[in-house]
């Protein structure tokens, strides 16, 4: 019988979790993009970086009352599958764990791996290595124990948003952009081009903000998850714009309109101009830190909705198991972890990923719109957090992540395809371990 996942998360780690999991390359490469594509506008592209942390936060405070109302492991894989049932629960699963989740962990490990480089001269296969090593390490901490890896992202979470903030704030009492960059605020005619550039930028920044809700596997082993849960997700949210608009502004500071939006190394560039370039060997180490804390906070997250849909008899048996000694998901873990190691080795992360990274807000969508359907369905069911403005809220978050899944079908029809195409694969899987499983919830087939 599987064991059962020791509650052994405070506040302080939730919120350092999602911060780790969201915070990877993203600000550190993404603001000069966003700039470019609302045309050098300075106001609209804070705006923006402000409308989609307002989204995920919209999102974290469904998620918070889901969480709050079903605290065990598995995340918006649990919320789905009281709300819509088995298919759709398992088939974000197994979009997690054959694309989303392990090939986010490839992007990294590759990414670490190339930055490593600015330090230590490697070839390719060298890299490849290196990246698997990345991937072993993080894989072993989080097999160590629950209370491991939580201070692994405590300490490298820490690293990072330090470095973050001290480049910010050298930047605002060093630079001299923001004058320009007040300028150029608000100034670019609103038309066509600056709303499809917004279209654009806001995928970017929402990709930057990728990950807020994965912190949802971990409410089974959350101390107090009806209090400490809600809490944890939407201020680490709330923490995470903050620190985004921030590094924004830095940026400007240091670099002025034109200095951000041209180039796609922002921070390094940056630095560079406040200390000059052999200072910006630092930013590359505090991106191996934000890369390797990112990945940590993956496998931390993602491994438990594998454990959870084994526990259902709809992965492999094994995954559900506790590990005697140290209480962790291990299986659960390794199998998540080699997974990504063979497509970071491979390089098959790289057109997967953008085949279906674009799905994850169907998913997201499924997850908000469970919010809808349990108040429905179970009227009476303990909701020690509930979702402010409902039913409002749910509902433009729900409209907006359709937005974003129906543009990208219209605008990449092809990619799109293939993507759903991808999970569409997971319905023979889902029969297949359906028909081997017992009415008690557990596969009978066979351990890998």
Same mark, same amino acid.
């Given at each position: 019988?599987?064991?059962?996942?020791?509650?052994?998360?405070g506040?302080?780690?939730?919120?350092?979790?999602?911060?780790?999991?969201?915070?990877?390359?993203? @600000? $550190?490469?993404?603001?000069g993009?966003?700039?470019?594509?609302?045309?050098?506008?300075?106001?609209?592209?804070?705006?923006?970086w402000l409308?989609?942390?307002?989204?995920?936060?919209?999102?974290?405070?469904?998620?918070?009352?889901?969480?709050?109302?079903?605290?065990?492991?598995?995340?918006?894989?649990?919320?789905?599958?009281?709300? /819509?049932?088995r298919?759709?629960?398992?088939?974000?699963?197994?979009?997690l764990?054959?694309?989303?989740?392990?090939?986010?962990?490839?992007?990294?490990?590759?990414?670490f791996?190339?930055y *490593?480089?600015?330090?230590?001269?490697?070839? !390719?296969g060298?890299?490849?290595?290196?990246?698997?090593?990345?991937?072993?390490?993080?894989?072993?901490?989080?097999?160590?124990?629950?209370?491991?890896?939580?201070?692994?992202?405590?300490?490298? #979470?820490?690293?990072?948003?330090?470095?973050?903030?001290l480049?910010?704030?050298?930047?605002?009492?060093?630079?001299?952009? *923001?004058?320009?960059?007040?300028?150029?605020?608000?100034?670019?005619?609103?038309g066509?081009?600056?709303?499809?550039?917004?279209?654009?930028?806001?995928?970017?920044?929402?990709?930057?903000?990728?990950?807020?809700?994965?912190?949802?596997?971990?409410?089974?082993?959350?101390?107090?998850?009806?209090?400490?849960f809600?809490?944890?997700?939407v201020?680490?949210?709330?923490?995470?714009?903050?620190?985004?608009?921030?590094?924004?502004?830095?940026?400007?500071?240091?670099?002025g309109?034109?200095?951000?939006?041209?180039?796609?190394?922002?921070?390094a560039?940056?630095?560079?101009?406040? /200390?000059? !370039?052999?200072?910006?060997?630092?930013?590359?180490?505090?991106?191996?830190?934000?890369?390797?804390?990112?990945?940590?906070?993956? @496998?931390?997250? #993602?491994?438990?909705?594998?454990?959870?849909?084994?526990?259902?008899?709809?992965?492999?048996?094994?995954?559900?198991e506790?590990?005697?000694? $140290?209480?962790?998901p291990?299986?659960?873990?390794v199998?998540?972890?080699?997974?990504?190691m063979?497509?970071?080795?491979?390089?098959? /992360?790289?057109?997967?990923? #953008?085949?279906?990274? $674009?799905?994850?807000?169907?998913f997201?969508?499924?997850?908000?719109?469970s919010?809808?359907?349990?108040?429905r369905?179970?009227?009476?069911?303990?909701?020690?957090?509930?979702?402010?403005g409902?039913?409002?809220?749910?509902w *433009?978050?729900? *409209?907006?992540?359709?937005?974003?899944?129906?543009?990208? @079908?219209?605008?990449?029809?092809?990619?799109?395809?293939?993507?759903?195409?991808? @999970?569409?694969l997971?319905?023979?899987?889902?029969?297949?371990?359906?028909?081997?499983?017992?009415?008690?919830?557990?596969?009978?087939?066979?351990?890998?």
């Amino acid at each position: 019988m599987p064991g059962t996942l020791a509650r052994t998360l405070g506040l302080r780690d939730l919120i350092l979790i999602v911060v780790g999991t969201v915070i990877g390359s993203g @600000i $550190f490469t993404v603001p000069g993009a966003v700039l470019r594509q609302t045309e050098g506008d300075v106001g609209v592209a804070l705006l923006v970086w402000l409308l989609g942390g307002a989204l995920s936060l919209v999102g974290a405070l469904a998620y918070g009352e889901l969480g709050a109302m079903l605290p065990e492991a598995g995340g918006g894989y649990v919320y789905i599958r009281e709300a /819509f049932g088995r298919l759709p629960a398992f088939l974000l699963g197994w979009t997690l764990f054959l694309v989303i989740g392990t090939g986010s962990m490839a992007t990294l490990a590759v990414a670490f791996s190339n930055y *490593l480089g600015q330090f230590v001269a490697l070839g !390719p296969g060298q890299t490849k290595v290196a990246a698997v090593l990345m991937l072993a390490v993080v894989a072993a901490v989080n097999v160590k124990g629950t209370r491991d890896s939580a201070r692994v992202q405590g300490w490298s #979470t820490a690293i990072k948003v330090t470095a973050i903030l001290l480049v910010g704030g050298a930047a605002l009492a060093l630079g001299h952009g *923001l004058a320009d960059a007040r300028a150029r605020s608000f100034t670019a005619p609103l038309g066509r081009d600056l709303l499809l550039g917004v279209g654009l930028a806001t995928i970017g920044v929402l990709w930057a903000y990728e990950g807020w809700s994965n912190v949802a596997a971990n409410a089974g082993e959350a101390i107090d998850p009806q209090r400490t849960f809600p809490r944890g997700i939407v201020a680490g949210t709330v923490i995470l714009i903050g620190i985004y608009l921030f590094a924004n502004v830095g940026y400007l500071a240091a670099l002025g309109p034109d200095g951000v939006a041209g180039t796609d190394r922002v921070a390094a560039a940056a630095v560079s101009a406040l /200390f000059g !370039p052999g200072v910006a060997r630092l930013v590359a180490a505090a991106i191996l830190v934000s890369m390797f804390s990112a990945t940590n906070g993956l @496998i931390l997250t #993602t491994s438990r909705v594998y454990y959870a849909m084994a526990r259902d008899g709809l992965f492999f048996r094994r995954l559900a198991e506790v590990h005697p000694r $140290f209480g962790t998901p291990a299986f659960a873990i390794v199998a998540g972890s080699v997974w990504a190691m063979l497509l970071a080795v491979t390089g098959t /992360f790289e057109e997967l990923f #953008t085949y279906v990274i $674009f799905a994850a807000w169907i998913f997201y969508a499924l997850g908000v719109a469970s919010v809808l359907v349990l108040r429905r369905r179970r009227p009476e069911a303990p909701r020690p957090f509930r979702v402010p403005g409902y039913p409002v809220t749910p509902w *433009l978050f729900i *409209l907006a992540a359709a937005a974003i899944v129906g543009s990208t @079908i219209w605008a990449r029809p092809v990619r799109s395809g293939i993507g759903l195409g991808i @999970i569409v694969l997971g319905l023979p899987a889902y029969v297949w371990w359906k028909r081997r499983s017992v009415p008690g919830g557990h596969a009978v087939f066979p351990r890998v």
